[in-house]
């Protein structure tokens, strides 16, 4: 699949020159060098790379939960650099839908209340649309029936698809998602990937880390990191695949 | 916002254990807090209620008389005049009597105490009839001449009971030996420290016995609708009686037997006026009550420090097995003060359950307690000043402690929270489970 991404104005992601270090100790690790890359509205992009490559470092960075140790990243006109934390976490809920790469529910509110969340935080909808807006989403992911479960009480595939759910709920401009797949079986991942392609249709950004094939084949663009640093703006889902295949016969 | 008070109380609920016990603590405290309050109220309320009938007016109108400089007796003379005075110049005034003060030697056939003599008119002490309870005779047979009441343990010392004839003797203030002998008509039940020294007899023993003239007295005192007006009217009827030419003494807080002394020692003669309020002539006992409320401070805020160091450290637990869902939550848009908020409103919460709880706890007590007229030990009912326990815990002593305890409980939550919405989401997230 293919999307228009190339026509578009200002990008919705941009990163400048950006490095991240970590520091563990005295120990300085390198997680992402010189990294820069400019993502339109209404992409479809993915991050591939093998473990330890940044990936997550790179949508933390993109999420604003991190900041970059060199160089800006600029997300929705907003350089993360010069924000203060109000405006970096006003930002995170006005703009971003985040799918954390272990889901992070909120253990004592069932999964209505955890997807509801984010829009009792924005304060926009009244009691009735809120309701709607998850319904609606909860029916689309399928798990519509066990809205009044505990996070506790949901399999990990069905916990997954709350935490999507949640990230979707306020029709963020941009979706990230650390390994959406990771935790559910092919014919649940898959129709999940349909949901938020027919979202990204109607002109959501996403973007995903993933190591899996079949995410890296639905993509209209990869991106592929290795040791921190972008490799390949613009990779094909064969050169994924034949480098991941290297790998493993490696 | 309604989600968070919801996930405060639903984390509650979900450590079950670790809330109630700590809610426990906090309901103790908020409960013993209660409960002493109650005593101290209970004490101060018998205290001035007995007290002011036992040994004082709300204001006390006496003073020195000195034949020679050296030499003082509690006295007013030509009384009645400056009687009416005061009366006209108290406002919201209940009652007045006058009283006779002495000291003397309380004799029996058998044995003999010490003791203050208060001579009185019972016919004008309504609140005397109604705080001394009679454990044989009659308190109205007090209005015949010569006649005397005394106290259970005194009457047990002196081995008298009703019917009885005493001799009471003492120096008159021209120092002369002098005795007179007065029938006992009745003896009421113990008060305390305020029965053990002091015998009550017809005023006009106390005149015999004093070789006084019918126009003296002790003191005149003066029943306020509220005993708490008690230090503006005893100002005010200083100027009233100086402004007549009688001589006023500066007021001291110390009850008139505590004075002789320093009067003994100034360079006058003749007649002063001593105004003086039950919070001077008490100040003995409320030093005692301020003593106890010193100590049920301390002992509170030992106890509360406790609680607020078990608050922090439940509360540090709580944060560490949720920092991986703080971080997720201020990753999709939380800000700090909501996250901090969270956690101030999950003890706030515990908090306020557990004072009701300790404070209803206390209150049912109380009431059982008073119920029961629960008899205390002889050495504590000299502080109590009753037989009985007796406690206030009315709505001020419960609505300031519950306060108390659970703001105090709840500041012990905001370092604690502070720190949890300081966390970086990032890290915070990474956090092993
Ligand atoms: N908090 C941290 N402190 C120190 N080093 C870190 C930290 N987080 C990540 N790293 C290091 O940074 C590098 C990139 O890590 P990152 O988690 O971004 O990789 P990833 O591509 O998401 O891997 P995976 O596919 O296993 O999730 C790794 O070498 C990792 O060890
Ligand atoms: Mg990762």
Redesign the pocket.
Known sequence: MTTAYAATETPIVKLVNVDKD???GTVI?P?LRDVSLSIAAGEFTVIA??????????L?LIGCVDIATRGSVIIDGSDTKVLKDKQLTELRLRSLGFIF?SFNLVGVLDAFDNVEFPLLLQGKLSKADRRERVMVLLRQLGIEQYSHHRPGELSGGQRQRVAIARALVTEPRIVLA??PTANLDSKTGNSILDSMQELNARGTTFLF?T?DPRVVSRAGRVIR?VD?EIADHNATAEDVAQLAAAAHAA | MNTIIQIAFRNLLQHRRRSLLLGGAIAMVTLLLVMLSALLNGMQATMLRNGTTLSSGHVNVAGFYKVTAGNAAPLVTKFEPLKELVEKATPDLSYVVTRGRGFGKIVSEESSLNSVLTGIDIQNESGFKEIVQVASGKIADLAEPKTALLFEKQAERLHVKVGDNITVSSQTFRGVNNTVDVKVVAIGRDLGMLSAFNCFVHHNAIRDLYELDPDTTGAIQLYLKNADDAREVAAKLRTVVAATGLRVMEPVEQPFWRKFDAVKREDWTGQKIDITTWLDELAFMRYTLTTLSALIFVLVTVLLVIIVIGVMNTLWMAIRERTREIGALRAIGMQRGRVLWMFIVEVALLALGATVVGSAGATVLCLGINAAKIVVPKAFQMFLMSETLWLIADVPTVARSLAIIAVVTTLGAVLPAWRASRLQP??AM?TAS
């Open positions: 970590y520091e563990l690790v997680a790379g093998p473990s330890g490559s940044g990936k997550t470092t790179l933390n790469q650390d390994e880390s190591h990191l921190g | 990032v890290k990474q």
